[in-house]
Nanobody
Framework: QVQLVESGGGLVQAGGSLRLSCAAS????????MGWFRQPPEKEREFIAT????????YYADSVKGRFTISRDNAKNMVYLQMNSLKPEDTAVYYC????????????WGQGTQVTVSS
């Protein structure tokens, strides 16, 4: 399986922006569909965005549509999440994840990176 390491989290004021990065190890990264998830304090983990192997197709949760953008660079084994117009309710631990199939569970997970949005 691919190993994933997130970075780029931090503290930002409401209305600000952050860019999260996810570095993947392994030569099969381009075979993985990738996604971002988040877990707010005392809440369940929730889906944010996903991107297909080639990067040509993306899908977003309604809560972030129009504000967040997922992208990938298969040559660098990287996935990104550009987050704009951040809100306090975006505060969460953000996770990068990967799966070989087009559907079903994500099987590879990073350790997470904290994003805190102050009002």
């Amino acid at each position: 399986q691919v190993q994933l390491v997130e970075s780029g989290g931090g503290l930002v004021q409401a209305g600000g922006s952050l860019r999260l990065s996810c570095a993947a190890s392994g030569r099969t990264f381009s075979s993985y569909n990738m996604g971002w998830f988040r877990q707010p304090p005392e809440k369940e983990r929730e889906f944010i965005a996903t991107i297909r192997r080639s990067g040509g197709s993306t899908y977003y949760a309604d809560s972030v549509k129009g504000r967040f953008t997922i992208s990938r660079d298969n040559a660098k084994n990287m996935v990104y999440l550009q987050m704009n117009s951040l809100k306090p309710e975006d505060t969460a631990v953000y996770y990068c994840a990967g799966r070989l199939g087009d559907y079903g569970e994500f099987t590879s997970w990073g350790q997470g990176t904290q994003v805190t949005v102050s009002s």
